[in-house]
Structure formats: C-alpha cells, structure tokens
C-alpha cells in the first residue's frame, strides 16, 4: 500500500505564509513527478504546481512568484512555500505523486487526504 499524509494548513491573514508537506510512504520503488492540486468551494479541482523527479518546475499563473513546490526524494517528501497568501488562495490543498509500487514497472497516481487553507481578508 501507498499514503500521501498532507500537513501544514491552517488559517492566516491575508499577506501571510504558510508551507504544506506531503510525505509518501509505503511499498515504494520510486517517485516520479509530485504535484499540489487545490479546490475551493464550488469550484473544480485545480493544478497548483509540479515538481518532476530531477526538480524541473511547473507554477499556475494565479500562483506564480508566491508559491515554491520543493522535494526532498531522500524522504519522498514534497513541499509548497507560499508567501503571500490572499484569499482567493483559500482551499482544500491536495498532494498528488506519481508513484512505482515495489515490483511494478509503472507509475500509479496517488492523491493525499487534503488540508485547508483558509485565508482571512
């Protein structure tokens, strides 16, 4: 079996910062790309921000030159910085990875449980 076990929301003004983590774990061969989604109320699920196995980035624009997705592949672990939150940043923050199980030979996606974030204005 595999887990994504999120942390790090919470609620905060806006202007503030908060980091979310995300830790795989379980029968893990390796980790490929790692993602944060998020969905807020009503609204579909959105990509936040990639981070591919040799740590090449992907930022949405809404969260471009705020946030910072970062890995820690020792610890299959990744991370997202984000500094100067507004509200329209509050939502239901997911990790999602791209993982190969102990004897597989492809990836499966996995997704985390969520946290919130709430950002007060």
């Known amino acids: 079996q595999v887990q994504l076990v999120e942390s790090g929301g919470g609620l905060v003004q806006a202007g503030g910062s908060l980091r979310l983590s995300c830790a795989a774990s379980g029968t893990i061969f390796s980790v490929k790309a790692m993602a944060w989604f998020r969905q807020a109320p009503g609204k579909q699920r959105e990509l936040v921000a990639v981070i591919t196995s040799d740590g090449s980035t992907y930022y949405a624009d809404l969260v471009k030159g705020r946030f910072t997705i970062s890995r820690d592949n020792a610890k299959n672990t990744v991370y997202l910085q984000m500094n100067n939150l507004k509200h329209e940043d509050t939502a239901v923050y997911y990790c999602?990875?791209?993982?190969?199980?102990?004897?597989?030979?492809?990836?499966?996606?996995?997704w985390g449980q969520g946290t919130q974030v709430t950002v007060s204005s």
């Open positions: 999602n990875a791209d993982i190969v199980r102990s004897g597989s030979f492809y990836p499966t996606g996995y």
